[in-house]
């Protein structure tokens, strides 16, 4: 009912950039929240960073000051620029959003990831 379609991943040199983007699609009524989770091989899935519908946003600590989450509501997208990037940034991104149906309904939902890889 809802999909979630993620770009902007790929390979990149210690401290470059990269922005990620994720379109939200279906039949949304309302998105609560989107955001970014990562996965690194070993490791547990870890929010990023997420931003509410009235741009109030939440981030790892360890990130805040180099990643920065924004929103366009007009869009059903977030977005996630990534700065000054270190080799321990390596994993999969997901996307999220906490969606509200047309119906009525609040789900979450994920999208497919997108592998960022920070090396030289």
């Known amino acids: 009912q809802v999909q979630l379609v993620e770009s902007g991943g790929g390979l990149v040199q210690p401290g470059g950039s990269l922005r990620l983007s994720c379109a939200a699609s279906?039949?949304?009524?309302?998105?609560?929240?989107m955001g970014w989770y990562r996965q690194a091989p070993g490791k547990q899935r870890e929010l990023v960073a997420a931003?509410?519908?009235?741009?109030?946003?939440n981030y790892a600590d360890s990130l805040k000051g180099r990643f920065t989450v924004s929103r366009d509501n007009a869009k059903n997208t977030v977005y996630l620029q990534m700065n000054r990037l270190k080799p321990e940034d390596t994993a999969v991104y997901y996307c999220?959003?906490?969606?509200?149906?047309?119906?009525?309904?609040?789900?979450?939902?994920w999208g497919q990831g997108t592998q960022v890889t920070v090396s030289s």
């Open positions: 999220n959003a906490k969606v509200v149906l047309v119906a009525g309904e609040g789900y979450d939902y």
């Open positions: 279906g039949n949304i009524f309302s998105i609560y929240s």
């Open positions: 931003i509410t519908s009235a741009s109030s946003t």
